[in-house]
């Protein structure tokens, strides 16, 4: 039941947070910060809301039905490694700075956080 209310959470952010995206990118002006800033805020949450569930579905059909246990925090944690992966390219591609390189070591960076919390909980 509180898994439940979680992804129902989820959906009604990702709904306020996609509204919010199409807000910033229709009316407001990119050349100001705070707008950039709200941007990719906005962009984070909304792909959070939409990561999560993803890789908790991946998980449930991934795992066998004997070992499966529905864990929302490391979906949750997932979704938002792989959130922060395409914000910050996206933060580095405003500021032109992305390149393949920039973007392997970023991800590499952040699959190895996600080894590490996945043997410390373990």
């Known amino acids: 039941m509180e898994s439940r209310r979680l992804w129902t959470a989820s959906t009604l952010v990702g709904l306020l947070s996609w509204s919010g995206v199409a807000y910033v990118v229709t009316s407001t002006d ?16 909304g792909l959070v809301s939409v990561l999560s569930p993803l890789a908790n579905f991946l998980h449930f059909r991934f795992t066998a039905a004997k070992s499966y246990r529905s864990n929302a925090r490391r979906s949750f944690r997932e979704g938002g490694l792989a959130a922060l992966f395409v914000v910050l390219c996206a933060w580095l591609r405003m500021g032109q700075g992305l390149n393949w390189i920039n973007a392997l070591l ?5 699959a190895l956080v996600e080894v590490f919390l996945l043997v410390k909980s373990s």
């Open 30 to 45: 990119p050349a100001l910060t705070v707008n950039r800033l709200a941007f990719l805020v906005l962009l984070f949450l």
């Open 106 to 110: 970023l991800l590499s960076t952040l």
